[in-house]
C-alpha cells in the first residue's frame, strides 16, 4: 500500500468504521503523535448533549485526550486559528457543512483528522459522511469484532430491550438507554418493522 502524507499543503484524513472498531483509539493516536512532533493541535467532538465527559475524547478501552465539545462546525474553524492539525470526534453527528469546514481548513494548510461512523444502525450511510469520505485524501475503514461470530464487523447494531431496533427511530437518540453491538453483514438484523414489511404474514413470538 502506499501512503504518503502530501509534502506541502494540508490533507483530510477520515477514519470510519462501526462502533468499537477503535476510531477514538487510532484518532487519539494519531493526534499524540502530532503532539509529540511539536505540532499545535486542536482535538473537538461533536457535542450533541452534556451526560459524557465533554472535556475529553474517550475511547471504550479507557484511552482519553482533552477536547473541546463542539456543537456546530463554524465553531471548529474558529478554534482552529494557529494550529497545524485539528482532530474531530464523532463527526457523523455534525450537519453537511462540517465537509466545507474540513475542506476549508485542509485549504488553509491545515492536517485535518476526522473519526466517525460511516453507517447508522441501519446500516445506511451516515449525514455527511459519504461526501467527508469522497473529499479526503486518506481513509481508512476500521473493523470491530462482531458480537455474535467474532468475524469482522462492518455494521453497529441498535438493540431496544435486546431486540434489534426499528428502522423507524431517530438515527441520532439523545439520552436513549439503546444497547449498542459490533455486527458483521450476516449477523446484522433488520428491525421489525422493516421485517414485516417486506413479509407481511411474518409471525413472530413478539406479535
Ligand atoms: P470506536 O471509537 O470506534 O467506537 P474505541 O476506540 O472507542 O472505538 O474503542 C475500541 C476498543 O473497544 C478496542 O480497543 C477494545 O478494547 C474495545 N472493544 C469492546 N468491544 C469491542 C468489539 N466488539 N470489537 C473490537 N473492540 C472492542
Ligand atoms: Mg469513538
Ligand atoms: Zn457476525
Known amino acids: 500500500m502506499i501512503r504518503n502524507h502530501p509534502s506541502c499543503g494540508g490533507w483530510i484524513e477520515v477514519v470510519c468504521g462501526p462502533m468499537f472498531s477503535g476510531k477514538s483509539e487510532e484518532l487519539i493516536r494519531r493526534l499524540r503523535r502530532a503532539e509529540i512532533a511539536g505540532q499545535r493541535v486542536l482535538i473537538a467532538k461533536a457535542q450533541i448533549d452534556d451526560r459524557y465527559d465533554i472535556s475529553h ?16 462546525p463554524a465553531s471548529i ?14 463527526i457523523q453527528f455534525f450537519d453537511p457543512s462540517v465537509v466545507e469546514t474540513c475542506v476549508a481548513l485542509a ?5 485535518v483528522i476526522a473519526a466517525g461512523l460511516d453507517t447508522d444502525f441501519r446500516a445506511e450511510p451516515f449525514g455527511p459522511m459519504p461526501e467527508l469520505l469522497a473529499r479526503a485524501e486518506i481513509v481508512d475503514k476500521l473493523q470491530a469484532v462482531c458480537h455474535r461470530c467474532g468475524g ?18 431517530d438515527t441520532i437518540q439523545v439520552g436513549a438507554l439503546d444497547a449498542y453491538e459490533a455486527r458483521c453483514r450476516g449477523c446484522f438484523e433488520p428491525g421489525e418493522d422493516v421485517l414485516r414489511a417486506r413479509d407481511p404474514h411474518r409471525v413472530t413470538a413478539h406479535s
Open 152 to 169: 469482522a464487523a462492518t455494521r453497529t447494531q441498535r438493540l431496544v430491550n435486546g431486540l434489534p431496533a426499528p428502522f423507524s427511530g
Open 57 to 72: 475524547v474517550v475511547s471504550h478501552s479507557g484511552h482519553r485526550i482533552r477536547a473541546v465539545g463542539v456543537e456546530d
Open 107 to 111: 485549504d488553509r494548510g491545515l492536517r
Open 77 to 90: 474553524e474558529r478554534f482552529s486559528e494557529g494550529c497545524d492539525v485539528v482532530g474531530i470526534d464523532e
